[in-house]
C-alpha cells in the first residue's frame, strides 16, 4: 500500500514571497501520479498541480511548481509570489495506476498567507 | 468534462438514526467512484470505491456501507449513526490519468 508524508502541518508566509511545501511518499510501483490539491474554506477540492512519474522534467502551472525527486520519493510545491488567495489546506496525494486507481492523500499543510 | 453532483451539504442527525447520502455523476459513463472522510483538521480517508454498478470495495471496516444501484450513483449509507462517524465527506469519481474529480461534500454532525 501506498503512504502519503506531510510533515508540515501548518505554515506561514507573506504575501508575495516563495513558500515550499514538502511531501513525501512511498511505493513500489514504478508508474504512477502525483497531485497536488488546494482546499479552501470552502472545503472544494482543487487540482493544484499534476506530475506524471515517468517524466523527469518538473510540472509548473503559472505560479506553482514541483520539485519531483523520482528516486528519494519527494514531491515538493513551490508557490511563488504567494497570494491572500492561497490561504488554504494543501494535500499532496498519489493516485495508483491499477485498476482501483486509488488517490491517497497526506494529512495536509495549513498555508496562511498574511499580508 | 465530469461533474460530481453530492447532497445535502450539511447534515445533522441523532445517534442511532439511519444515513443516506447520494452521489452522482454527470458526463462520464463507467467512472470509478469514491467516498472519503475527512475528520476535523485531518486528512481524507478513503471509505469505499465502486469499479462498476453493484461493485463495492471497502477500504475501512466501520459503520457504514456503500452500493451502487446505477452506473452515475452511489450512495453512503448507515443503519444506525455513531458519535464517531461525523465529519466532512466527499464523493469523487476518477475522471482519467489526470485525477479525479470532486464533490462539493457534506458535513455530517452526529448528535
Known amino acids: 500500500a501506498q503512504t502519503v508524508t506531510q510533515s508540515q502541518p501548518e505554515m506561514s508566509v507573506q504575501e508575495a514571497e516563495t513558500v515550499t511545501l514538502s511531501c513525501t511518499y512511498d511505493t513500489s510501483e514504478n508508474n504512477y501520479y502525483l497531485f497536488w490539491y488546494k482546499q479552501p474554506p470552502s472545503r472544494q477540492m482543487i487540482l493544484v498541480i499534476r506530475?506524471?512519474?515517468?517524466?523527469?522534467q518538473n510540472a509548473t502551472e503559472n505560479r506553482f511548481s514541483v520539485n519531483f525527486q523520482k528516486a528519494a520519493k519527494s514531491f515538493s510545491l513551490k508557490i511563488s509570489d504567494s497570494q491572500l488567495g492561497d490561504t488554504a489546506m494543501y494535500f499532496c496525494a498519489f493516485l495508483d495506476t491499477g485498476t482501483a486507481s486509488k488517490l491517497t492523500f497526506g494529512t495536509g499543510t495549513r498555508l496562511q498567507v498574511t499580508l | 468534462s465530469q461533474t460530481i453532483h453530492q447532497w445535502p451539504a450539511t447534515l445533522v442527525q441523532p445517534v442511532g438514526s439511519p444515513l443516506s447520502l447520494e452521489c452522482t455523476v454527470e458526463g462520464t459513463s463507467n467512472p470509478n467512484l469514491y467516498w472519503y472522510r475527512q475528520a476535523a483538521g485531518r486528512g481524507l480517508q478513503l471509505l469505499f470505491y465502486?469499479?462498476?454498478?453493484?461493485?463495492i470495495s471497502s477500504e475501512v471496516p466501520q459503520n457504514l456501507s456503500a452500493s451502487r444501484p446505477q452506473d452515475r450513483q452511489f450512495i453512503l449509507s448507515s443503519k444506525k449513526l455513531l458519535l464517531s462517524d461525523s465529519g466532512f465527506y466527499l464523493c469523487?469519481?476518477?475522471?482519467?490519468?489526470?485525477?479525479?474529480?470532486f464533490g462539493s461534500g457534506t458535513r455530517l454532525t452526529v448528535v
Open positions: 506530475q506524471e512519474a515517468y517524466k523527469q
Open positions: 465502486s469499479v462498476g454498478i453493484g461493485q
Open positions: 469523487a469519481g476518477r475522471r482519467d490519468v489526470r485525477g479525479y474529480t
